[in-house]
Every structure is written in C-alpha cells, then in structure tokens.
C-alpha cells in the first residue's frame, strides 16, 4: 500500500533521515519499507500490505518531534 508525505527534494528529502521517521512514526521495522519515490514536494512510500493498516493508524497520530511532517495513505494504486 503506498502513503505520501509533505516533504520532497524540495525539502531535502532523503532516505537516511526517512527510513527512520517512517520505522518511529508508524511502528514498523525497514524490511516493511518497500519503493521510495522522492518527487519534487512529496515522497511516495510503499508499505508491505501486512504492515499497512498498522501503519496507517500510528502515522496518523501526531507527532511532537516531526509537526510538520504529515503521512497519509494514499487510495488509489500509484504508477511505479
């Protein structure tokens, strides 16, 4: 399942600062972390399908150290 985040190359955005936000945010461990995809202002993310609706409801919830961070799921199937 993919979920989009506010923040892209415009951003900075690089997997060694986003793997981790994405393991402490939603509860999971990196092997459930599939296709990174950083676009210009969002990053597109892809979750293991088993992982996913766990994910989902912990990313959802707000954070104190990343506030202006925001994750969600994204409904329909993205192009690879």
């Known amino acids: 399942m ?12 690089d997997p060694k600062w986003l793997i981790p936000l994405l393991c402490r945010r939603g509860g999971i461990t ?7 995809q950083i676009l210009a ?13 766990r994910f989902a409801e912990a990313a959802r919830k707000p954070d104190a150290k990343d506030k202006n961070i925001h994750i969600e799921r994204v409904d329909a199937d993205l192009p690879i």
Do not use: L, P
Request: charged share 30%.
């Open 2 to 13: 993919w979920f989009t985040i506010n923040v892209g190359r415009a951003k900075n955005a």
């Open 30 to 36: 990196k092997q459930a972390i599939g296709k990174i």
């Open 41 to 53: 202002r969002e990053t597109r993310v892809e979750i293991a399908g088993n992982e996913a609706e």
